[in-house]
């Protein structure tokens, strides 16, 4: 045994068990609205923040050193100050911003909530749905990607499919399949008020929170429905989308045959799908990690409890990915751009 890699193993574990414990402080912090207020009344005593916040100062005082002590905040011992320094409050505080976290450490909980029922699909097989998961997958989904989508899909996704963005300002049908709370669906029907937008999931839940969303935002160009990838209603599309859900199918070769089956013949089929290398040992690093887990304690169950199984898992990479989509009668894929988090595939016949 070698004495110096076991203590770098321990001071690892260490650090991980630290975060693992810190995803409750966090959830809390958010919820109380203490990172927001720290973002914009600057740095504060435990007792000013304590008082803004309307919270015990005796449980903030805790909840603080806790934070200090990783790094999520700082600490004066001069002025006995916290402060939410800029960089934290991307991560923790900024709802819109790039690097907004806040919506992972919600689905790390979320993943952990069916634990039991996923434990026994390991000794069982089978697989746990998509609806029988807590309410709080739902919305942290939403909330985990909405801002990736609001930053990049009409900016920097949509202009790199050939001649999509033309059809989009003229007037096009699009279908958002497998949409969950339609945030995709939405930030398109906003940019495009020609088209007509309809989202889609097979998870009613999640299609009433969509419509709740549509509602909210006062368009008239986007509509949600209740429907399965393979079975959707509709055709004549410009345009399909699929934003991070072609790995959670049971069946996506069967879905990209519907795809193909409901797109005009010089349409696209927009496949937003989880950043990944095409082998396992191209995974192994920190995102892969957070990836795998998702991954084992939802997307491989929700496929799993679906009809064929594929089980693609949310790091199946581009050569699988193109695998599935042309088995399902698609010509060319090509992957068009990519972000830290996502690539970006388009498909046409
Ligand atoms: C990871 S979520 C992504 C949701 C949304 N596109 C987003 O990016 O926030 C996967 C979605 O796929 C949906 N889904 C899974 N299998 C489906 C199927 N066979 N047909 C339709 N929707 C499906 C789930 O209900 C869920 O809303």
């Given at each position: 045994?070698?004495?110096?890699?076991?203590?770098?193993?321990?001071?690892?574990?260490?650090?991980?068990?630290?975060?693992?414990?810190?995803?409750?402080?966090?959830?809390?912090?958010?919820?109380?609205?203490?990172?927001?207020?720290?973002?914009?009344?600057?740095?504060?005593?435990?007792?000013?923040?304590?008082?803004?916040?309307?919270?015990?100062?005796?449980?903030?005082?805790?909840?603080?050193?806790?934070?200090?002590?990783?790094?999520?905040?700082?600490?004066?011992?001069?002025?006995?100050?916290?402060?939410?320094?800029?960089?934290?409050?991307?991560?923790?505080?900024?709802?819109?911003?790039?690097?907004?976290?806040?919506?992972?450490?919600?689905?790390?909980?979320?993943?952990?909530?069916?634990?039991?029922?996923?434990?026994?699909?390991?000794?069982?097989?089978?697989?746990?749905?998509?609806?029988?998961?807590?309410?709080?997958?739902?919305?942290?989904?939403?909330?985990?990607f909405r801002p990736g989508y609001a930053l990049n899909l009409v900016q920097n996704w949509l202009p790199t499919l050939d001649g999509v963005v033309e059809k989009l300002k003229n007037g096009a049908q699009v279908a958002d399949v497998g949409c969950g709370h339609g945030w995709s669906t939405v930030i398109m029907a906003q940019a495009f008020p020609k088209s007509q937008f309809v989202g889609y999931d097979f998870h009613p839940g999640s299609i009433a929170a969509a419509e709740a969303h549509g509602r909210e935002h006062k368009l008239d160009n986007v509509r949600f429905e209740v429907g399965t990838a393979k079975e959707y209603a509709g055709g004549d599309f410009d345009l399909v989308t699929f934003f991070d859900c072609l790995h959670d199918m049971g069946d996506p070769t069967g879905a990209a045959a519907h795809?193909?089956?409901?797109?005009?013949?010089?349409?696209?089929?927009?496949?937003?799908?989880?950043?990944?290398?095409?082998?396992?040992?191209?995974?192994?690093?920190?995102?892969?990690?957070?990836?795998?887990?998702?991954?084992?304690m939802v997307c491989v169950p929700t496929s799993l409890s679906q009809e064929v199984g594929a089980a693609l898992g949310a790091q199946a990479g581009e050569a699988k990915l193109r695998e599935v989509i042309t088995a399902g009668g698609f010509g060319t894929v090509r992957r068009t751009t990519e972000t830290p988090f996502n690539m970006v595939l388009e498909a046409r016949v």
């Open positions: 045994m070698d004495e110096a890699k076991l203590n770098q193993l321990v001071g690892q574990v260490i650090n991980d068990l630290g975060a693992a414990a810190s995803v409750t402080l966090v959830r809390i912090g958010d919820s109380l609205g203490l990172y927001k207020i720290m973002h914009e009344k600057g740095s504060m005593t435990c007792e000013e923040l304590a008082q803004a916040a309307s919270v015990h100062p005796r449980y903030l005082r805790e909840w603080l050193a806790q934070q200090a002590a990783s790094n999520y905040v700082t600490y004066d011992s001069a002025t006995t100050k916290f402060t939410l320094p800029e960089e934290q409050a991307m991560l923790f505080a900024i709802e819109d911003s790039p690097v907004a976290m806040m919506g992972a450490f919600d689905g790390v909980v979320a993943w952990g909530e069916q634990a039991a029922k996923v434990q026994d699909a390991f000794r069982n097989g089978g697989g746990v749905s998509w609806g029988d998961h807590g309410p709080c997958l739902f919305c942290s989904t939403a909330r985990f795809v193909k089956q409901t797109l005009k013949p010089d349409g696209s089929w927009m496949v937003v799908e989880p950043m990944a290398g095409d082998k396992m040992e191209d995974n192994l690093h920190p995102r892969g990690r957070i990836f795998y887990a998702a991954s084992t």
